[in-house]
């Protein structure tokens, strides 16, 4: 029974130090959740704003609108993006990333997959972990990955000037991004975007025919158009991993929050096995006195 009892011990002494761990691990996914859902609120307006205006302007030029980031054409080779976190411990949430990412692939590019047409680059390590144990007729590019350590607009703006130049030589004909969308510390909702071409908005009159505003340029359009599209492309892309860091913090903070309930119902049930265990090491040792001291007497 001695062995019993130290075995249990062992187990609370454990539980304890993992629900340590778990609380310190909140704590901090809590502190830099505050930082990343302030950088995200802050520039969530501002992002989709600018990127409804692109829409509607390239909705309302001729032809692809003096941009090639807005030409539409066959889609041969596809690139996904996908931003996840490098980190685990944050429950489903890179996970569920990496099935929206799957579930797309085969409803939209699903012709492009069987003739090996389809690129998945990663920005976040996780992605690439539950890709490359799951499906081999993918083509991978891991180049990005380290972007997601250093998120600032320069080096994330530069990963979006490299596949914009790449889309605009022909060599992917459509790039679309999946990300986590964080709307509060306890819903991150898997999400995909198409980032290029410039999905166009279609505008209509009142009662349903279409309508195309006369816009006046200022500088010129080609001008105008040449500055103002890779900024918001940049932008946007930028978001996409605010975002995601933004899901991730409060994904981890949720886990650990479950996880620390958890160790805490744990610690109860083995306490109530301690306990007893002890009650019946006292009564045997009791016994054994009693049965003793009987034997002596008699």
């Known amino acids: 029974m001695a062995g019993g009892l130290k075995e249990v011990r062992e187990r609370i002494k454990s539980v304890i130090n993992t629900q340590q761990i778990t609380k310190a691990m909140k704590m901090v996914s809590a502190a830099k959740l505050r930082k990343a859902q302030n950088a995200i609120v802050q520039m969530r307006p501002y992002a989709e704003r600018l990127n409804r205006m692109l829409s509607n302007i390239l909705s309302n030029l001729d032809g692809d609108g003096g941009s090639s980031y807005g030409q539409v054409r066959e889609v041969k080779n596809v690139l996904i993006v996908v931003v996840t976190s490098n980190r685990g411990l944050c429950g489903a949430f890179n996970t569920n990333i990496g099935k929206e990412t799957v ?63 790449e889309f605009s030589s022909g060599k992917y004909d459509a790039i679309d991004i999946v990300y986590g969308r964080f709307r509060n510390a306890a819903t991150q909702i898997p999400t995909v975007e198409q980032w290029l071409p410039v999905p166009k908005m279609e505008v209509k009159a009142e009662k349903g025919a279409k309508r195309k505003a006369d816009y006046i340029f200022e500088p010129d359009q080609q001008q105008l158009l040449e500055t103002l599209v890779p900024s918001i492309l940049q932008l946007q892309f930028h978001k996409t991993v605010l975002d995601t860091q933004a899901s991730e913090h409060g994904a981890r903070m949720t886990a650990m929050d479950k996880a620390t309930d958890n160790a805490e119902e744990l610690l109860k049930a083995l306490k109530i096995n301690y306990n007893k265990a002890r009650q019946e090491a006292i009564t045997k040792e009791l016994s054994e006195i009693v049965g003793g001291v009987a034997a002596l007497e008699g």
């Open 103 to 165: 579930a797309h692939i085969n409803a939209k590019y699903g012709a492009q997959r069987s003739t090996g047409n389809v690129t998945v680059a990663f920005i976040g390590r996780k992605a690439y972990d539950y890709f490359r144990r799951r499906f081999r007729d993918l083509n991978y590019d891991t180049t990005y990955i380290p972007v997601y350590d250093t998120p600032s607009y320069e080096d994330v703006s530069a990963v979006a000037r490299t596949l914009m130049a």
